[in-house]
């Protein structure tokens, strides 16, 4: 349950100028982004930017992602709601509480032990129950958990590991920025059998992904 009506209308103007006027076409994704509220998802002091067309800085030199970057990438992963998804990145949570919207269940892995639990106090204030969260090393995944129909990267391995890939199920849709910074891009793996197709879809700029577990 994702219910605030707390600035609906500066969210149904982000929905339309910065989202659907750029092209996402996808009404579950549309009326996702109506429905969760970002200025929940940052910190205080930026609550006055939640809905402005940029990232934001989030602490422990994390950011939560511009809102038509979240909505493309929601997009990409063509998701009905019958889906587990694997989220690699928690980071506010922003990511999470639009795929719990779109998604059966999400599985999602942070390593910043601060952001993860800030991340749980919010969705567990907007009654967020589909949704599974782990601190620990985003370049495993989740192997208990696998295979998943959709699996989703916010931040940029300079490779995506294999260990992330071979948790795609077949047919599944992976998303991930890939690169070094400057030199990121968006990418879409799907896997049929033991082949892996990818598309290059834009050109990005993430956090780069980190190894281990950090309680900063």
């Known amino acids: 349950m994702?219910?605030?009506?707390?600035?609906k209308d500066e969210r149904n103007f982000m929905v339309r100028t910065q989202i659907a006027a750029r092209g996402i076409r996808d009404t579950r994704v549309l009326d996702a982004m109506r429905k969760v509220p970002r200025h929940r998802f940052v910190p205080v002091t930026y609550s006055s930017e939640a809905y402005e067309d940029f990232p934001l800085p989030i602490g422990s030199g994390q950011t939560i992602s511009q809102p038509y970057i979240v909505a493309f990438m929601a997009e990409m992963l063509r998701l009905n709601g019958s889906e587990r998804v694997l989220e690699i990145g928690t980071g506010s949570g922003?990511?999470?509480?639009?795929?719990?919207?779109?998604?059966?269940?999400?599985?999602?892995?942070?390593?910043?032990?601060?952001?993860?639990?800030?991340?749980?106090?919010?969705?567990?204030?907007?009654?967020v129950e589909n949704v599974h969260m782990r601190l620990a090393d985003g370049f495993f995944g989740w192997a208990e958990e696998a295979p998943f129909e959709a699996i989703m990267l916010t931040a940029a391995p300079f490779d995506i590991p294999n260990a992330i890939v071979s948790q795609l199920a077949d047919?599944?849709?992976?998303v991930a920025p890939v690169g070094s910074l400057?030199?990121?891009?968006?990418?879409?793996?799907?896997r049929r059998g033991t082949h892996f197709d990818t598309e290059t879809l834009l050109d990005v700029a993430f956090v780069p992904m980190r190894p281990g577990v950090s309680e900063l």
């Open 2 to 7: 994702i219910t605030c009506d707390e600035r």
């Open 94 to 127: 922003y990511g999470t509480a639009v795929l719990s919207l779109l998604a059966k269940e999400v599985f999602t892995v942070e390593r910043i032990a601060a952001l993860l639990e800030r991340a749980r106090e919010v969705l567990d204030a907007l009654k």
């Open 171 to 174: 047919g599944g849709r992976l």
């Open 182 to 190: 400057g030199a990121q891009t968006l990418v879409r793996i799907t």
